[in-house]
């Protein structure tokens, strides 16, 4: 069965220090792995997605993520966090054989300090 | 602006009344989807729509149903509402092709059952 997992309710970092937000998958399969991004009161936006290809995929707002197969992760970095950053991220993998339907993470709350 | 709208923002339900929620989407995607929002779940899909006239169950589809008569419009029904379905509710969609094309997401409506 497909699925994701998020070990960490929050981050917190400051304003100008890299962030990392971790996600580690379970897939059967190639992995199709992608990051959102939540708003206070508004919908996900997506934010980048792995399909193959390169290891390090780059997306929006300046984010990118590293898929590393060896230990089933695709951990969303930022090399310098912004105070408009703080937002709820989720990872999210599709369904086996539907790939238009996802499973979401429980997500990561990221909270960047001044 | 294209996207995705829904209606209510927000209600307040008393327990056992009938309650529908709209979605409509002005970017002819063919695939839709009804998420909820729960504290520490993440998202659950609910029910999906991978085209006009077709329906399939996700996640926790039980005390609710959907239609899709049109490609813009995915109402979602609850039949007799109980306090556990309340959440946050997010209806999103996708342009279906089987290559994993990102969901788009409307901005919620906030459900409370009494």
């Known amino acids: 069965a497909q699925s994701v997992a998020q070990p960490e309710d929050q981050v917190n970092v400051a304003e100008g220090n890299p962030l990392t937000v971790k996600c580690t998958y379970s897939?059967?399969?190639?992995?199709?792995l992608f990051w959102y991004v939540q708003y206070p009161n508004r919908g996900l936006q997506f934010l980048l997605k792995?399909?193959?290809?390169?290891?390090l995929v780059k997306g929006s707002y300046g984010f990118e993520a590293e898929f590393n197969k060896s230990q089933t992760s695709f951990h969303l970095k930022k090399p310098s966090a912004l105070v408009s950053d703080s937002a709820l991220y989720f990872c999210?993998?599709?369904?086996?054989?539907?790939?238009?339907?996802?499973?979401f993470g429980s997500g990561t709350k990221l909270n960047v300090k001044p | 602006i294209a996207g995705i709208t829904q209606a209510p923002t927000s209600q307040i339900l008393a327990a056992g009344r009938r309650m529908t929620l709209r979605c409509t989407q002005d970017?002819?995607?063919?695939?839709m989807y009804w998420y909820r929002q729960d504290l520490g779940l993440g998202l659950r899909l609910i029910h999906y729509?991978?085209?006009?006239?077709?329906?399939g169950k996700g996640e926790v589809p039980d005390g609710y149903s959907v239609s899709r008569a049109n490609t813009d419009d995915f109402p979602l029904t609850l039949a007799s509402a109980v306090p556990s379905q309340t959440s946050v509710y997010f209806c999103?969609?996708?342009?279906?092709?089987?290559?994993?094309?990102?969901?788009?997401f409307g901005d919620g409506t906030r459900l409370s059952i009494l």
């Open positions: 999103a969609s996708s342009a279906a092709g089987g290559d994993n094309q990102p969901q788009h």
């Open positions: 897939v059967s399969g190639n992995p199709y």
């Open positions: 792995y399909i193959t290809g390169d290891n």
């Open positions: 999210a993998v599709p369904f086996l054989y539907n790939f238009n339907k996802f499973y």
């Open positions: 970017m002819r995607h063919n695939a």
């Open positions: 729509s991978n085209t006009a006239g077709t329906t």
